[in-house]
């Protein structure tokens, strides 16, 4: 067991190093100079225009070479500096980034895990109901091919343009001030309905086809059949059936939390949601270095720790795993 964590932390810690550092070098491939693209919205003479680009290169350290600014960047990353926004200067960007993770995360948690629960569940039923099977399926085919940012823009339309259910912009109304008061939180959770459903609907039909397809396997398997024969009940059959399909699922979720991740951030663009999807687009419509690498920086802790977590889980729910550990037969 010890030696199966520190294979993981390891391989975690390596992934870990390798995607940062290409999330440093990234927003230095970008073309065009952040501080230029800063002063040049400012309307000054030529003089004070150059004095003030001084400033701010050495400000953020622009003016030395790469392999100091990679050095300096994880000497600051280690003690928690990730450094201070260009667009909002002088506002460190872990404070702009703590302004819109906890709508990113309210938004992200119960998609994914209502959509993944909700889709087994449904799949699971669909692999021995015809009637749900026929009707289902097609569904399911038709909301997992279909692109987060299209099924939002087709929501938004329908439900906001057209139908005026829903509001198609912002956290919240703007009248209102944040706080826990029961007006607050109605129009909080009025505005967070529709890009939920969006992230929900497509991760939904996902997980359904996947556990049909897994269930009708497993029906078929020889310990099923073995089962059969003994005259074990249908029910029980179906139940080990449902924990074997249920394992690669499990393993399924880890690897979908990218693809999930990058459809929750371009749903909050459509939507204009305060996450930090809308975050890290002004962030590269602004060429903001710092901010741009802070927020992905989060976003590769946030799925390397849900993996880890995913890894926990699949260990605790799958003995063959423990037994392969203590190497057991």
Not at 21 to 34: E, H, L, Q, T
Not at 77 to 105: K, N, W
Not at 248 to 268: H, M, N, Y
């Amino acid at each position: 067991m010890r030696h199966y964590f520190a294979r993981k932390l390891l391989i975690y810690g390596l992934t870990f190093v390798v995607a940062v550092s290409v999330d440093w070098a990234i927003p230095r491939f970008m073309p065009g100079n952040p501080v230029q693209n800063l002063v040049s919205r400012i309307a000054l003479e030529p003089q004070s225009s150059h004095a003030l680009t001084s400033y701010y290169m050495k400000a953020f350290n622009l003016n030395d070479p790469w392999w100091k600014e990679y050095l300096a960047f994880w000497g600051a990353l280690f003690h928690g500096d990730l450094g201070r926004s260009i667009m909002q200067y002088p506002t460190p960007v872990s404070v702009l980034i703590m302004r819109a993770l906890p709508y990113t995360l309210g938004l992200l948690l119960p998609a994914i895990l209502l959509s993944w629960y909700a889709g087994n569940k449904v799949g699971a039923m669909a692999a021995r109901r015809k009637v749900l099977d026929n009707s289902a399926l097609p569904a399911s085919y038709v909301l997992t091919a279909t692109p987060y940012m299209w099924l939002a823009i087709v929501l938004a339309w329908l439900f906001g343009t057209t139908w005026h259910v829903f509001p198609i912009a912002g956290g919240y109304d703007f009248s209102l001030k944040a706080s826990w008061s029961l007006p607050f939180v109605e129009s909080l959770a009025y505005h967070w309905f529709l890009p939920f459903v969006s992230l929900f609907l497509v991760a939904f039909g996902g997980w359904a086809i996947g556990m049909r397809n897994m269930i009708i396997y497993e029906l078929e398997s020889d310990y099923a059949n073995y089962l059969s024969s003994l005259g074990a009940p249908q029910r029980l059959i179906r139940k080990y059936a449902f924990r074997n399909a249920l394992l690669p699922q499990i393993t399924g979720l880890a690897l979908a939390l990218g693809a999930v991740v990058a459809g929750a951030l371009v749903t909050e663009i459509v939507f204009s949601y305060p996450g930090l999807g809308s975050l890290i687009l002004n962030a590269i419509q602004n060429e903001d270095y710092f901010l741009i690498q802070g927020i992905f920086l989060m976003l590769i802790v946030g799925i390397l720790i849900a993996n880890f977590v995913v890894d926990v889980v699949y260990l605790i729910v799958d003995p063959r795993t423990r037994t392969g550990m203590t190497g057991g037969s």
